[in-house]
């Protein structure tokens, strides 16, 4: 649990989260620079150890300079950015995976019988494979790493100086900064090595800006309810979260192989809308239980 330090300076606090959102942005954008130039990368077309090189880089990195910073800059203990031991940090690992896995299954199963998504295809196999694998690169390149630093230390420094309305707008604002970053140093880093120069996005591969930061917003909100679902505040349980996240998306959009599932745009907004808002009353039913109502 962290207490409201009002002596803390609201600039110490701000600094510390926005820390957080660079640091993630930045080893990020570098890792994909700097695999670009050997032609890796850790998207699903390559080999699985050239993904897991890049990956693993990503989430080494920012996990140790976190680590560093809680130590030595805080000078605190790590459960209180959510790292509470492995009993609790596994259990609280597979609450956060099972909480959004089953909002998601329970959906589409919906979806399924009325027959607005269509199956068109499965291969055991294949999806086993698939789950293997991108569980493993999802881990290390995105979950583990944004969850340490943003619902981990970043939430945790805006907690000890703001409520915890005001800590959760803040920490889904620091969590936008982090493609705005990422991007931004990927075409800075473009445009010194090029002559040919950069081209700077707001969102990555064309995707609707809006329509991402959107998505983002509300995703950043329902990992927050995450963080608060168990009695220790583990930040494991937004790190199931976010992998179940981005799982379940994967094969709905059919980024995933072995499975093949058809909905039409319509059926796509209604399908992440109420998976959405399922899993956030999941984790406010277990926040109400883990009796965290008094947790800043």
């Known amino acids: 649990m962290v207490a409201i330090d009002r002596r803390l300076p609201a600039g110490v606090a701000l600094g510390r989260a926005l820390a957080a959102a660079v640091l993630m942005g930045v080893v990020l954008a570098v890792a994909s620079f700097i695999g670009s130039a050997f032609g890796a990368s850790a998207s699903s077309s390559d080999p699985f150890g050239v993904r897991l090189i890049v990956a693993g880089s990503v989430g080494i990195t920012v996990v140790a300079v976190i680590l560093l910073l809680r130590r030595r800059w805080d000078r605190a203990p790590l459960a209180g950015i959510g790292l509470s031991g492995v009993r609790r940090d596994m259990a609280g690992f597979l609450l956060g995976l099972g909480v959004v896995s089953a909002a998601g299954v329970a959906v589409i199963a919906v979806l ?8 068109s295809s499965f291969d055991l196999l294949h999806l086993l494979v698939f789950l293997a694998t991108n569980a493993v690169v999802a881990l290390l390149l995105e979950a583990i790493p944004e969850e340490v630093s943003i619902r981990g230390y970043a939430l945790t420094a805006l907690r000890m100086r703001y409520s915890r309305p005001v800590a959760t707008v803040l920490n889904i604002m620091v969590f936008l900064c982090v493609p705005v970053v990422a991007l931004g140093v990927q075409a800075l880093l473009e445009l010194l090595a090029s002559a040919d120069g950069a081209t700077f996005s707001l969102a990555p591969g064309g995707v609707n800006p809006l329509m991402y930061y959107l998505t983002l917003a509300a995703f950043g909100f329902m990992l ?13 349980t937004c790190i199931g979260a976010h992998l179940a996240w981005l799982t ?17 745009e319509g059926a796509t907004l209604v399908f ?5 808002s399922m899993a956030v009353v999941g984790f406010s039913i277990l926040r109400g239980r883990a009796g965290l109502s008094k947790f800043a």
């Open 224 to 236: 927050v309810y995450a963080r608060d679902a168990t009695a220790s505040a583990t930040v494991w």
């Open 112 to 119: 399924s019988l009325i027959g607005v998504a269509r199956w």
């Open 272 to 276: 992440f809308a109420v998976y959405f």
């Open 248 to 264: 379940i998306n994967r094969i709905v959009l059919g980024r995933a192989t072995g499975v093949e599932v058809a909905l039409g």
